[in-house]
């Protein structure tokens, strides 16, 4: 496997040190990264070892008006069909279940993948604009966290 770039804002050193010293043997990396500003956009990318993200996940959310919204879901062809989306789903509502959650249909990808995945998580993901507190208080993202694998959502059944 190639050697490319560190994930976004990870230095290469920092890459190195987690893939051989911290994690020798782990397959797959899932880095979280917050919004820089406490709102706006935040994602969740899954590395392989190369740090090459195959999947990836962009989202919002928002307390004050109880709303989720998805604005990008990617995985790559080889990563498809192994249930990455419906796990990235469940790791961004962690906490966030009883929002209305929302999506923005223009995606190639989310188009098919949405209504699989509603069925999935026993939710709709109707599609919305996001709400305008996060437009106006978006700014980035923090530094990226790594973070375990999330467990499949048990709302609704087998996930
Ligand atoms: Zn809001």
């Not at 004050?64 to 604005?71: D, I, K, N, Q, T």
């Not at 209504?115 to 978006?138: M, Q, W």
Request: with cysteine; hydrophobic share 30%; net charge positive.
């Amino acid at each position: 496997m190639a050697q490319g770039p560190p994930p976004s804002g990870i230095s290469e050193r920092r890459w190195t040190l987690i893939t051989t010293l911290l994690h020798p043997r782990t397959a797959e990396f899932w880095l979280y990264y917050a919004p820089k500003n406490g709102a706006g956009p935040q994602q969740l990318r899954v590395c392989d070892r190369s740090g090459y993200d195959f999947a990836r996940l962009t989202w919002q959310s928002c307390a004050e008006c109880h709303r989720g919204h998805v604005m990008k879901i990617r995985v790559t062809d080889e990563w498809q069909r192994q249930g990455y989306g419906t796990l990235m789903m469940a790791r961004a509502m962690r906490g966030c279940e009883t929002y209305t959650w929302t999506t923005t249909p223009q995606f190639e990808d989310g188009r098919q993948f949405f209504p699989a995945l509603g069925e999935g998580l026993g939710t709709g993901f109707p599609a919305d604009k996001s709400c305008e507190h996060n437009a106006v208080r978006g700014g980035g993202y923090a530094e990226p966290r790594l973070e375990g694998r999330p467990r499949p959502a048990t709302a609704g059944g087998p996930a």
